[in-house]
């Protein structure tokens, strides 16, 4: 290597340098004006209201569809007072017994070998 290319590249090394340093001050104070944190925040409710956009025009474009999930959704959590009416308004019991299954209550003493513990408090 010549000395003029050792200088040329110098010459250029300094130059990627200063460009660099010039780089680095500008993000510093880009992130002196608006910490990452800030950063952060601003970003998810940027996407939030995007995806708040989009949602709602595929809602306004799909109204049927949207409209029978929320109907299904309703009907499904409140299935329990709905069958409850509709047994009303059929006329069947809800006595709260079971029809379906016939059984006694068992009568039966607690095992010969069962002893009940008592531990001394204090």
């Known amino acids: 290597m010549t000395e003029t290319d050792v200088i040329e590249a110098r010459r250029l090394r300094n130059a990627a340098r200063t460009v660099f340093d010039t780089q680095r001050e500008m993000v510093r104070a880009d992130l002196d004006a608006a910490g ?10 940027d996407d939030g209201k995007v995806i708040a956009e989009e949602a709602a025009d595929a809602a306004n474009t799909h109204r049927t569809v949207v409209t029978l999930g929320a ?15 509709v ?23 607690p ?11 204090g």
Do not use: N, S
């Open 36 to 45: 990452v944190g800030k950063r952060i925040a601003t970003r998810l409710v």
């Open 71 to 85: 109907l299904g959704l309703t009907g499904w959590f409140l299935r329990g007072p709905i069958l409850a009416f």
């Open 87 to 109: 047994d009303h308004i059929v006329g069947r019991d809800d006595t709260g017994e079971d029809d379906d299954y016939d059984y006694e209550p068992a009568d039966y003493e």
């Open 111 to 121: 095992a010969d070998y069962y002893v009940e513990r008592r531990y001394p408090v």
